[in-house]
Each structure stands twice: as structure tokens, then as C-alpha cells.
């Protein structure tokens, strides 16, 4: 498996950025990508010292979703092959989701099928104006089964409900409407300045608040709001008011001073 299909870097700041890398097929992925992503985002989660993680796309495309070749190819495995190929789509997608770091996606042209998952699953996303989103496996006779769980977190089912179904393709103020983006700039200058900047805002929170932050929103989302989960969240809370961040953090706001983690 050559590792130029998915680039690493890490900055002294730690940012790691993430960059899907085969622009000549539009960063469609196959079973080589998807291990490659898998074993960093993998690696990722453990990492001392990294604080962001931006999800980037060389070319003209972020991802035009599942490459047609290796789709071609998996039409002649057996039930229990393509059930085990999928299976490592969905490992990849679910460690990118439950990262214990903030991810950002910058999107730039083409989103497609697992493409719009990979968005989906990201903390925060931003698009530039141009591009375009689709999750057109209808159109193929396939579903999005394997990111379905995140894209329906992200836009609801009602809207899954239109875009699952048509297939058809939707820009980028439309994607920022239905809940996939959150912010949409003008072009790729505009898309490198907001990273840039989404990053300073993060790097102003704690590191393990953040992680506790994205637990906390799994534990919470779509749950019932009874005994077992008040007490859940107390315990969170709880346990937070204790922790060294909490002591540092109020320490640094009553002395008028940056805590250690913005130093």
C-alpha cells in the first residue's frame, strides 16, 4: 500500500492535517485509502501533543466517494467479502467520528457518496461556495448504508429522506441550510484562513474538555431526558470540577492570566 494515497502532517503546534491524495480519480477511495485512513485516525486518537486535526483534499476535488474500479472489482466478492469490506469502511468512519480530537473538514469542489461522510463525521466543516454535494448511490443502485449514521446525525432524516432517495446534487449554501457545513467561504484562500482560524479557537480550549465535550454530545444526542441521564451528566460534571484543567482553567480567569494550555 503506497502512503502517498493519504498524506500526514504535523505541525510543533499540533495540528495534524490530514490530506486525501489522488487527485487524478478526485480522491475516491478504495480498500487501500480506507486502511490508510483507518490506521490514522487510529494513531491519531493516542497522539500526546496533538490538539486539531484538519481534514484536507489535493486537486480540484475533496472526494468523489468510492473509486468505480474497486466498486467494479467488489461485485465479484461473495456476500460475506462484501459485508467484511464494508465493514472496514465503517471501522474508518466510526474512528474518525469518535476521534477524542477536534476535527475540521475543508471542502473544496466534489462531495460524494463517502465523501459526504467523511464530512459528516468531522466536528466542524467548511465549504467553499463551488462545491458540490451528493450522496448519489441510488443512482448506481447502491445506498449509503456504511455513512448513514452520520449523515442522518448531521441533516436529520427528513432531509436524508430527499437527498438519499433523488441522489441529486446540492451546492454549498444548501449543505450549510440542512446542518452538513457550518460555514461557507468564498474560495480556497478563504478555505486555508478559516482552518487557520477555527483552529486559534480551539487551541483556546482545554484539551481534555474537548474530548470530554465530543463524549458528552454522543452520550446526550437523541437520549431520553430521565433519571439515568441527569445522573450521567452530574457525574461529568462532576468529575470536570476536579480535574486539573477546571483548577487551572478558573485559576487563570480570576488571575487575569492565560491558563497553561494557551501558553
Given at each position: 500500500?503506497?502512503d ?20 487524478e ?5 478504495d ?7 483507518s ?51 465503517g ?7 469518535t ?6 473538514a475543508?471542502?473544496?469542489g466534489?462531495a ?5 461522510g ?11 461556495s ?8 441510488v443512482?448506481l443502485?447502491?445506498v ?12 436529520g432524516a ?7 432517495l433523488?441522489g ?19 474560495d480556497a484562500e ?7 482560524r477555527?483552529?486559534?479557537?480551539l487551541f ?23 433519571a439515568h ?6 457525574r461529568r ?5 476536579t ?21
Amino acid at each position: 500500500m503506497s502512503d502517498d494515497s493519504v498524506l500526514l502532517h504535523a505541525s510543533p503546534e499540533g495540528v495534524a492535517t490530514v490530506t486525501l491524495n489522488r487527485p487524478e480519480v478526485h480522491n475516491a477511495f478504495d480498500a487501500e485509502v480506507i486502511e490508510r485512513l483507518s490506521d490514522i485516525f487510529a494513531d491519531l486518537a493516542g497522539a500526546d501533543g496533538v490538539r486539531a486535526v484538519l481534514l484536507k483534499a489535493a486537486g480540484k476535488s475533496f472526494s468523489a466517494g468510492a473509486d468505480l474500479n474497486w466498486m467494479r472489482h467488489a461485485a465479484g466478492f461473495s456476500e460475506q467479502e462484501n459485508r467484511e469490506d464494508a465493514r472496514a469502511l465503517g471501522e474508518m468512519m466510526r474512528r474518525l467520528d469518535t476521534l477524542p480530537k477536534p476535527t475540521v473538514a475543508l471542502v473544496q469542489g466534489a462531495a460524494f457518496g463517502g465523501g459526504v461522510g467523511l464530512v459528516a463525521a468531522c466536528d466542524i466543516a467548511v465549504a467553499v461556495s463551488d462545491a458540490a454535494f451528493s450522496l448519489s448511490e441510488v443512482k448506481l443502485g447502491l445506498v449509503p448504508a456504511v455513512v448513514s449514521p452520520y449523515v442522518i446525525a448531521a441533516i436529520g432524516a427528513r432531509q436524508a429522506r430527499r437527498y438519499f432517495l433523488t441522489g441529486e446534487r446540492f451546492d454549498a449554501g444548501e449543505a450549510r441550510r440542512i446542518g452538513l457545513v457550518h460555514e461557507v467561504v468564498a474560495d480556497a484562500e478563504a478555505l486555508a484562513a478559516a482552518g487557520e482560524r477555527i483552529v486559534e479557537r480551539l487551541f483556546t480550549a482545554a484539551p481534555g474538555a474537548i474530548a470530554d465535550a465530543k463524549d458528552l454530545i454522543s452520550a446526550v444526542a437523541g437520549r431520553p431526558i430521565d433519571a439515568h441521564l441527569i445522573d450521567d451528566t452530574a457525574r461529568r460534571i462532576a468529575e470536570r470540577r476536579t480535574h486539573h484543567e477546571a483548577r487551572e482553567g478558573v485559576a487563570a480567569f480570576l488571575e487575569k492570566r492565560k491558563p497553561n494550555w494557551r501558553e
